[in-house]
């Protein structure tokens, strides 16, 4: 391992770990890993198994890839429209998180007067959350039909065919919260 990602799974380690209150000895028993082990790491003198990263990125609950990395500052910021924007049939669908969270799409959905939209069916046993935040949004998915105003939800199954509509004769706006199901071991 290189120095410089040594140096930054090291003060990430321990980062994450002060953050969430947690002692070397407690941090190691969720990562079922010895607590000598976990402060090697932390020294930023070890050179780690792929399965040894897999455990410590698991019980901080973040990706190898963010105990990798050099530290973050404390926040960033993102000007409007420069997070991914897609447009499928004149509907307007961005990202609203600039960082991956696994297992999880949260997006906000724009739809102009008269506009539908078809959602794409995800993996089986994936569980999908839309709320109107402006506007009408009608929902069809597995045979049923709901009308939503602001600050409506619907939860369905996501692993369906689905549809988002807009009757209405101004802009609809919602957003998309899909929990994506386990992936099989």
Known sequence: MSDDISTHLANNLRQLRSARGLTQSQIAKQAG???????????????????????????????????????????????????????????????????????VDLERIELD????????????????YLTCELGRIELVAGGESWRLDPGDVVAFRGDQKHSYHNPGDRVAAGYSVVILAPLAP
């Open 113 to 128: 007067p008269g506009v539908r939209m078809v959602g794409a069916p995800h993996t089986p046993g994936t569980r999908e």
């Open 33 to 103: 890993l010895p607590r000598a082990t976990w402060a090697h790491l932390e020294t930023g003198a070890a050179n780690p198994t792929i399965s040894v990263l897999s455990r410590a990125a698991a019980a901080l609950r973040v990706s190898i890839e963010e105990l990798l990395t050099a530290p973050r500052g404390q926040g960033r910021f993102y000007p409007a429209g420069s997070l991914p924007l897609r447009t499928p049939n004149r509907a307007r669908v961005r990202r609203l998180l600039p960082d991956p969270i696994p297992g």
